[in-house]
């Protein structure tokens, strides 16, 4: 066979994992004449032959493949359908050949000579020849692929090589040997498993993630549902406050120092105060840093702690040593922090001197709206193991080695030619062509910077130079800045910025590799202008956003070297200085650059004096930054340049913004500097000789690909024909509603083409897009399965089960075929590549099999939320860090300047033969959204249709293949001066036929919309865009959830594109929603995307079911719309005008309301059906309203309206004295859709009657879902009988037969007697997991591998059971305290621990090995743990929420809901502040039920306590607060607590607690407040100061109203054990029975009864363990009569049922605990970002007795 020049002959052929084969020979006895085609398809996949004209016989010749991704199946068959095509009408079958493979498995081969049959399954005189081959999956021969053939084949016997595999067994055999193979695969694994301590699955089997009969799902380029993202263009700025607490430093280098640290970020600095004489200083200091700006600049800023020791000039000093971290990586740790981490410091200046210091700190970045979970409370010890507590991510090892990282830069080219100064302007209107620049460029890296020489006055440059930079690896700093600039008189400007990230081009896994990237182009971007000033768009250039317009390439390579020893990094310092010094003479560098290199250097001393490193210490700092000479890489090292071709054709241009007019517009589509129209410099042209040149002439091609081109033997004059720009058309206003523009294409439809030429690395590409396309399918599904989700009883377990099945075969069959692909002139990073992602894809798919495992009805939520993570994963995987082939831009032009863009990448578009491998859009009609350059809120300029396609030279007859078939191109006439290519596209495309559809848009309503008016509210309508034309809704005044109900016709709507596609490739509708002014135009409101449901002609028609679609505006989630769109194939079968076909029903819609109107309303059937249903409405009151118009609001009123019925509630006759209601519950009917989901939201209405019977709004509530006002249905509560909620075993035996089967199964089959083992001792489990004293948790064993488990953890030793126990006198509630944190934080350990023990590839933790997956039924052992009877606490804890405790008990809204009341509309910042918007509060709820359930009484008044006022003794008790903000100039506060409710307010000034940021105040506060008026209980912490006002640290507010009439008890919380006297007394004013006898009435349940070790409650005995009885029972047990002994503890017996009140059948619920409770404080100047955390406990009780507070505060209510 021949081999392409360049390429190795050795590689493989990529056909050689192919499963099945088929080679079409010949189709004889054809009828008549015409074109024929036939078509194959296999497991889905459908692949076609060339189109023969011919008479009777057909030769084809042709050979196809099918990937195998598992062994072919017995049953499965080949279908073979032969065609006469035609241009006009649509193909027509001729007949049809099911073959079935069972005969191809055992053979391996097959040749067919067969009969078609027909429709009717006659047989028809028409024979096909095939071939078949089939070979296994671990087949030995090789298989050759046709294209690697010069000639054609006509007959693939010629070439088949006999697989002597398949000759001598027969299949019984072949089964069982696989059978063996896999067997002692797994025995392998378990062998392997035992001996090895990291389980890593390096073994895995893909044998295993076999499902059958899958069908992939296509991928969608037309329809697919653009991501609010997708269409954002600029980064916007965000506030972030970064906390710092510098706690103290251990281990310093240095004798008798005085050490201070410096935090440094940016231009950011602070400091601690000195140390003397210590080299383990104490600071406790916290510092805070605030930033306002986006993401992507925030996150490339390092954090630098460094500790100086102090001289005697005040801050100056020697550095000891530096620890740098990039805020990005401290964002991505869980909860956005480092907590109590030990940072080691280096000094950068000795890199062999090892490590000089800890230093042990918190740091915190948070983002507004970031929720900060509470900081986890650990007990440090003296002794710490600063080791193993670094401050570094997970899975980074502690020793981190030197490296050296080294950038390699060798040249640049196709750079804009543009001048930077004033001289820019200048020399346009002079008249000059090009001004050339002067190109550097500058790479930073972890806080360094580094920069090459400076070449002059060239688009071209050549460097040669390597930059390298000293660091430790792995380097705490993701990405890369490579910034080329231009060297100008004025100031440097940047031309472009890359950005490299390391996480891309390394692999941190046990298999995985070091960065190392290229040597490749980069292609760089940024804006379209070429001067820098009146640059609008220069932030692009600065790497700010997406650039928008191509700028050049930059020819690079980065490899790291680690230093293994010291002497390796030991370079003396001030040599090395030189060395690089005088290689940089070497170049001729400009003036300018050299006074450059010094600047640099004076600027480094200065910003080391500033921190005060003494003056003899500035140089060896540089040392750090090396720039050397480079061998330049040998000519064509990247192989020869390839002809590539970019064709496109647009299909539709419409919904224009109508800004535009009516000037003509053009587009122009270019891929790197080839395409571009030029820019017309010259003011002197005539005006219309302007516009006709810029419009026809051929851009130039720039010099950079003028050499190039030489290669090629073209000579620079006469270029190859490119069309790259349409011709100008006029816009005309779309049909109907005239508010947008279209451009007219029905008959003509513009193509343009553009060659370029480009190094052939598309076989990375093709790599990518196979992984894209896995998880593009994966990110349709898990849509599919959210909207499900939002409807009850849909299937929505199902459907995900499906995703996941169809993911895990896409990975697998990527897998299997990923190392057989070919490169060409792979670099070391696509080596590693190719190694390490089958090995990533394959984990993820076993954690989708995890999933699939795990999912049951319940828990589908979170499942999706683990898919989205693999998802995620997935795509980070797919970016091909090298992408060689720029992306492709499409402008808008219009008056000849640029208005609007989009960018392609070119992956997406690009051709291969692989349909796998194909770009997810190439040749596929596709929706593209142009968007204005710099816009911020992703407005849509236009909506194209268009397709494309792109690929190297030798494919580009496939470039037109795919087109619809009834467009005729249409050719340029040729000037004989150009270069004619051997293949001409064509520059149009021509339709006559038509096929016509109608659109039926069913818009029900929408909900939650934003508001618009001052009143909060919005006068929506809607226009929906679909092709060219338009249509509005009617305007529903003044609400936020409009119900439409009316159906919009589309009629007579042409759609491009081949019918069979419609199905899966559906052109979007785009619904626009706007808010109506009377006065100005409409504003817009949000948008969203819908793929309407296609009916064809001869499809039968059933109505479809009303769906959900998100609205959204900008990025801002802006509601959801339900409607349905059909798109239905008209007939035109008869002589008249097409009609609607026959069996759609309703032919001609009804009117809605007037018929003059011309308005329709959704037909019966897809309009939801209404029943009538109730809604009781409980008045409560209102609290906290604000003033309206400067006045106090007094008599308000509640109207409450839903579908369109409204209730008014009386009038409250002074809100002041009482806000509470009189009269409780009315109600109202209405009639709601039977389908619950389908219920319009419910608006709550705050208005104030005021004199004159005027009355004003005061604030309004939409409630979105009324469903969860409703009661459960039957049926739902039966689906949760299915799979019912893991209860808490009651029993001491803990019941470990089931979950001990994988344990048993691993260890090869033995029934294990742990008894045994440990010599007869038995054994509390609880132990091995580190917690004596709770319930054994067996899996904790099976989770960690037998080895890991020491057998001193499994025996228990003497003086772990013989605790000494503790004084009662010496107890008091502190000791509870504390004893409940030790307890919580060996929790929290273990929890660590069981997620160390995972994979350390797999975030997501989990073995995935086969054997852990598969452990069949019979092979489970039973193993028998005789349990311990659990001791008693010694010392009482209590619950430490490390949250609100509204959090934990759904806010309180058992009964009574607090609903926000909002006015005025929001802001426009997506951040926006809700705070300035908020009255006040409504408090009532609602009960939604069916017309015919109603009875005498109203059903939500059962059991509602009186609403009269009540007086109540709060006591607050409050611990302590952590990590308060600043607010000294020390950098400390001054905190004291206030108190306030209602009118009264209580603090602790005088016991301020002075410099502390983290004060333990133990203080009780008591008021005395009466309900409902005082309601609102308010914790503020102070900063006191001797000077001016006091600050606010940061408050909390509690609403004390709902825990006090909580059906949860949270007015005093249940001990977790009963005592008379000490410090555990009870404290309740009742005791435990009373209170579970209280919870019996009022369930209307019989009393409980008490027995021997159990109580009885209803049905349900709860049997009671041993450890809730004090010790003295079991002695007692002993001696004296049993019963009255037993009678005596049922306090104890009734407590551990109160704590267990939840698992009690239809009446349980929890309990609030003895508890503490940490709350987050926020300060309203800083709205969104936390300020600290505080920890509160609230009581509510009877006055003789008190809870006092956990660790923070807490507060007790008695009446």
């Known amino acids: 066979r021949t081999v392409a020049p360049g390429q190795c002959s050795t590689e493989p052929s990529p056909s050689s994992t192919m499963a099945l084969s088929v080679s079409v020979k010949r189709v004889t006895r054809l009828p008549g004449t015409g074109e024929r085609q036939v078509q194959l398809s296999f497991r889905g996949f459908t692949q076609k032959t060339k189109k023969i004209r011919c008479g009777q016989e057909a030769v084809f010749g042709e050979l196809f493949r099918w990937p195998h991704y598992r062994k072919l199946i017995m049953e499965e068959m080949l279908l073979v359908k032969v065609y006469n095509c035609s241009k006009v009408f649509s193909n027509r079958l001729l007949g049809t050949l099911v073959i079935s493979l069972q005969h191809l498995v055992t053979s391996g081969r097959l040749n067919i000579k067969e009969a078609l049959v027909d429709k009717n399954h006659r047989i028809t005189g028409i024979y096909i020849e095939l071939e078949l081959k089939y070979q296994p999956p671990d087949g030995s021969a090789g298989t050759w692929a046709e294209e690697d053939f010069v000639y054609q084949m006509k007959d693939s016997s010629e070439v088949i090589i006999r697989n002597p595999g398949f000759e001598e067994l027969e299949p019984e055999d072949v089964k069982q040997a696989a059978d063996l193979d896999r067997k002692a695969a797994v025995l392998g694994r378990k062998l392997v498993k035992g001996l090895e301590t990291d389980d890593d699955d390096d073994y895995y089997d893909v044998s295993d993630m076999e499902f059958s009969g899958i069908v992939f799902s296509p991928v969608k380029s037309r329809s697919r549902v653009f991501s609010k993202w997708d269409l954002c263009a600029t980064p916007r700025p965000q506030n972030f406050q970064i906390g710092i607490n510098i706690i103290e430093a251990q281990k310093l280098v240095g004798v008798n120092i005085d050490p201070f640290v410096v935090v440094r970020i940016g231009d950011e600095k602070r400091h601690t105060a000195t140390q003397k004489s210590t080299n383990c200083p104490f600071y406790n200091e916290y510092f805070t840093f605030e930033f306002h700006e986006p993401r992507e600049v925030l996150f490339h800023r390092l954090i630098e702690i460094s500790v100086f020791h102090s001289k005697k000039i005040p801050f100056l000093g020697t550095l000891i040593g530096t620890f740098k971290i990039d805020l990005e990586t401290v964002y991505s740790q869980p909860d956005h922090r480092f907590y109590q981490k030990w940072a080691v410091l280096n000094d950068p200046k000795d890199t062999r001197a090892g490590t000089k210091g800890h230093v042990k700190c918190n740091i915190s970045v948070m983002a507004q709206g970031d929720v900060m979970t509470s900081i986890p409370t650990t007990i440090t010890s003296q002794h710490e193991d600063i080791e193993k507590n670094l401050l570094l991510p997970k899975r980074i090892p502690a020793e981190r080695p030197w490296a050296k990282v080294c950038i390699k830069i060798y040249k640049a080219d196709g750079l804009p030619s543009m001048s930077a100064g004033i001289m820019g302007g200048f020399s346009k209107i002079v008249g000059e062509k090009k001004v050339f620049i002067d190109p550097y460029v500058q790479v930073t890296f972890s806080g360094q910077q580094g920069e090459t020489s400076v070449e002059s006055n060239t688009t071209e440059p050549l460097w040669n130079e390597q930059i390298s930079f000293i660091e430790m690896f792995p380097p705490l700093v993701r990405k890369i800045k490579v910034q080329l600039l231009d060297d100008a008189n004025i100031g440097d400007v940047a031309l472009a910025t890359h950005f490299i990230d390391l996480k891309q081009i390394s692999d941190p896994g046990r298999n995985g590799f070091n960065p190392t990237f290229g040597p490749t182009w980069v292609n760089l971007y940024g804006s379209p202008q070429n001067s820098a000033l009146r640059d609008v768009h220069k932030n692009l250039n600065e790497g700010l956003g997406d650039g928008i317009f191509y700028r050049g390439r930059l020819l690079m390579a980065i490899s790291v070297e680690i230093f293994s020893t010291i002497q390796a990094a030991e370079k003396k310092p001030v040599e090395v200085l030189k060395g690089a010094l005088s290689k940089l003479k070497l170049k001729k560098k400009s003036k300018k650059a050299k006074e450059k290199t010094k600047v640099s250097f004076k600027e480094q001393q200065k910003s080391q004096a500033e921190v005060g490193i003494p003056e003899e210490a500035e140089q060896p700092s540089e040392v750090i930054v090396e720039v050397e000479e480079l061998h330049p890489l040998p000519e064509n090292a990247l192989g020869v340049k390839e002809e590539f071709l970019l064709f496109a054709s647009f299909f539709e241009v419409t919904m224009m913004d109508p800004s535009i007019g009516t000037k003509p517009v053009k587009f122009e589509i270019s891929i790197g500097n080839y395409g571009k129209a030029e820019e017309v410099l010259t003011k002197a042209s005539k005006k219309g000789e302007k516009e006709e040149r810029s419009e026809d002439k051929q851009p130039l091609l720039e010099p950079s690909s003028e050499d190039e081109l030489d290669v090629e033997v073209i000579s620079p004059s006469t270029a190859l024909l490119q069309k790259s720009v349409t011709a100008n058309q006029r816009p005309e206003p779309t049909e109907y509603d005239s508010s947008y523009s279209c451009l007219p294409m029905l008959h003509d439809k513009p193509c343009v083409y553009v060659w370029s030429y480009w190094e052939d690395y598309t076989w990375r590409l093709c790599n990518s897009n196979w992984i894209v396309k896995i998880a593009e399918r994966l990110e349709r599904g898990l849509e599919d399965v959210e909207k499900l989700l939002r409807r009850p009883k849909s299937k929505a377990d199902e459907r995900l089960r499906q995703v996941l099945e169809e993911f895990v075969a896409g990975c697998r069959q990527y897998s299997l075929n990923a190392d057989k692909k070919p490169m060409a002139r792979p670099n070391n990073l696509d080596r590693c590549r190719m190694k390490s992602l089958p090995q990533n894809i394959i984990l993820y798919a076993k954690q989708g099999l995890r999933i699939r495992r795990r999912l049951t009805r319940t828990n589908v939520k979170e499942k999706v939320n683990d898919t989205r993570r693999i998802l995620s994963k997935l795509r980070f995987l797919a970016k091909e860090p090298q992408c060689s082939i720029p992306d492709v831009l499409i402008w808008l032009f219009s008056n000849n300047k640029r208005i609007a863009y989009a960018r392609i990448p070119a992956q997406n578009i690009l051709y291969s033969v692989v349909e796998e491998e194909k770009g997810m859009d190439c040749a596929k009609i596709q929706t593209v959204f142009l968007k204005v350059p710099g816009s911020r809120t992703a407005e849509i300029f236009a909506k194209l249709e268009i397709y494309m396609w792109l690929g190297v030279t030798k494919y580009v007859k496939n470039s037109t293949a795919e087109l619809p078939e009834e467009f005729k191109p249409v050719y340029e006439k040729v000037q004989p001066s150009t270069r004619i290519p051997a293949y001409l596209p064509p520059s149009q495309l021509n339709r006559d036929d038509f096929s016509y559809f109608q659109l039926r848009a069913h818009l029900y309503q929408a909900r939650g919309i934003l508001p618009a008016d001052e009143n909060g509210l919005s006068d929506p309508f809607a226009r929906v865009v679909f092709s060219t034309q338009c249509q509005t809704t009617r305007i529903l005044e003044e609400t936020l959830s409009p119900m439409w109900n009316e159906l919009l016709l589309f009629d007579q709507l042409i759609i491009d594109g081949k019918k069979e596609d419609l199905k899966t490739e559906t052109p979007v509708a785009v619904i626009n929603i706007f808010d109506h002014n009377k006065f100005g135009s409409p504003e817009f409101l949000g948008r969203a995307f819908a793929t309407p449901q296609v009916k064809l002609v001869d499809e039968p028609y059933s109505k479809p079911a009303l769906q959900f679609f998100d609205v959204y505006k900008g990025h801002r989630a802006a509601g959801e719309l339900i409607a349905i769109f059909e798109l239905i194939e008209l007939d035109y079968s008869g002589y008249l005008e097409p009609s609607v076909p026959h069996d759609v029903e309703p032919k001609d819609p009804e009117y809605l309301g007037d018929p003059r109107s011309g308005r329709f309303i959704i037909p019966e059937g897809i309009r939801p059906i209404l029943k009538d249903f109730r809604i009781e409405i409980l008045f409560w009151g209102l609290r906290d309203l604000k003033r309206v118009n400067l006045f106090e609001v007094d008599q308000p009123q509640v109207i409450i309206e839903c579908a369109g019925k409204k209730v008014e509630s009386e009038v409250i006759t002074s809100f002041k004295e009482n806000p509470n209601f009189t009269e409780l519950v009315k109600f109202v009917d209405v009639e709601l859709p039977e389908q619950v989901y389908l219920h319009p939201p419910l608006s709550i209405f705050v208005v104030e009657k005021r004199a004159f019977g005027r009355t004003v709004l005061v604030g309004t509530h939409i409630v979105s879902h009324i469903m969860k006002f409703a009661p459960k249905e039957v049926d739902e509560f039966e689906d949760e009988i299915d799979s019912p909620p893991k209860t808490r075993k009651a029993s001491a035996r803990p019941n470990i037969s089931k979950t001990m089967q994988n344990f048993g199964a691993a260890a090869g089959h033995t029934v294990i007697n742990i008894g045994a083992v440990a010599g007869k001792t038995v054994i509390n489990i609880g132990a091995a997991a580190g917690d004596l004293g709770s319930k054994a948790n067996p899996l904790k064993l099976v989770k960690a591998p037998l080895k890991k488990i020491p057998i001193d953890k499994l025996i228990p030793t003497k003086e772990e059971f013989e605790e000494e126990k503790p004084e009662i006198e010496e107890l008091d509630w502190w000791s509870k305290y504390y004893e409940s944190l030790k307890e919580m934080s060996t929790q929290s350990f273990s929890d660590e621990e069981d997620a160390d023990n995972d994979d350390p590839n797999d975030p997501e933790g989990g073995n995935l090995n086969v054997a ?275 009678s005596a503890y049922d306090e104890h017996k009734a407590l551990y049922v109160l704590q267990h009140w939840d698992e009690m059948p239809e009446y349980g619920y929890k309990l609030v605990p003895e508890h503490v409770e940490v709350r987050s404080l926020y300060n309203p100047e800083s709205p969104g970002l936390q300020q600290v955390s505080s920890e509160y406990w609230f009581t509510y009780s009877p006055s003789n007795y008190i809870l006092k507070a956990i660790c923070y505060s807490s507060i007790c209510l008695y009446f």
């Open 1412 to 1686: 852990s997956l598969d452990v069949d039924a019979d092979d489970e052992v039973i193993v028998e743990v005789e349990p311990v009877r659990p001791k008693r606490k010694l010392i009482a804890t209590l619950k430490i929420y490390n949250s609100e405790l509204e959090n934990e008990f759904d806010n309180f809204e058992d009964w009574l809901c607090i609903f926000p009341l909002h006015r005025g509309k929001p802001n426009d910042d997506e951040n926006g502040n809700e705070e300035d918007k908020f009255v006040g509060k409504y408090k009532g709820s609602f009960y939604v039920y069916r017309a015919e359930e109603v009875g005498a009484e109203h059903k939500i008044s059962q059991g509602i306590p009186r609403n009269r006022p009540i007086k109540v003794l709060v006591r607050i008790y409050i611990v302590k607060a952590t990590n308060l903000t600043p607010a000294d100039p020390n950098g400390k506060a001054d905190p004291y607590l206030v108190i306030t409710i209602g009118q009264q307010r209580k603090d602790t000034k005088e016991r301020y607690i002075p410099k502390q940021l983290n004060p333990v105040f133990g203080e009780v506060l008591e008021l005395t407040i009466s309900f409902p008026m005082e309601s609102e209980l308010s914790i503020s912490i102070f900063d006191h100061d001797l000077v001016g006002s006091d600050d606010l640290i940061g408050e909390t507010k509690i609403d004390l109203e709902n825990r006090f009439y909580s059906k949860h008890r949270a007015n005093c919380g249940v001990a977790s054990q009963y005592d008379t006297e000490g410090y555990n007394e009870w404290r309740d004013a009742f005791k435990p029975t009373y209170i579970l006898d209280s919870l019996c009435k009022k369930s209307a349940l019989p009393s409980a009864e008490y027995r021997k070790e159990e109580v009885k409650v209803n049905n349900k005995i709860f049997k009671i363990p041993p450890e809730a009885f004090p010790e003295e029972v079991f002695v007692k047990d002993k001696k004296e009569n049993e019963d009255e002994t037993w």
